[in-house]
């Protein structure tokens, strides 16, 4: 599969932060008389917004990053990935983890994950290197 599959993953994920965040902004602004409901509602698309889109959205960036050979640090310039904090971060782990399966499905079915995860890694951690010019 080509890249264009996570092109459009990307821009149907901003579309979908867009209009959750239009939703939110109605229902914000509502009376404090009327019943929670409303506030749970705003809750919940909050949540999933921040959570679930923003953390799948950058996933996704990454691994198209990823596969059009540009270096982790060219996206994130700023992240700085210490070797020890795959042992520490949970939410790093699982953003590793969701690129490496993201690369897996769209790009290198007969790869297996546990390698993926391993290049994905070692990419993030060299933020100067090219994917085709990983070692493993």
Not at 37 to 58: F, G, M, P, S, T
Request: charged residues 30%; contains cysteine; aromatic residues 8%.
């Amino acid at each position: 599969m080509s890249t264009l599959f996570l092109k459009v993953k990307i821009k149907s994920l901003a579309a979908e932060a867009q209009i959750i965040r239009k939703e939110e902004v109605k229902r914000k602004g509502r009376k404090t008389n009327e019943p929670l409901a409303w506030n749970d509602i705003y809750c919940d698309l909050h949540k999933h917004r921040v959570l679930n889109v923003r953390q799948e959205a950058r996933a996704t960036l990454l691994a198209y990053a990823y596969l059009r050979q540009r270096t982790y640090k060219q996206v994130e310039g700023k992240a700085v990935v210490e070797p020890s904090f795959w042992n520490q971060n949970t939410a790093f782990r699982n953003r590793v983890i969701r690129v490496a399966e993201l690369l897996v499905k769209y790009r290198q079915p007969s790869m297996s994950k546990d390698i993926a995860i391993q290049r994905v890694l070692y990419w993030m951690e060299h933020n100067d290197i090219k994917a085709s010019n990983i070692p493993l």
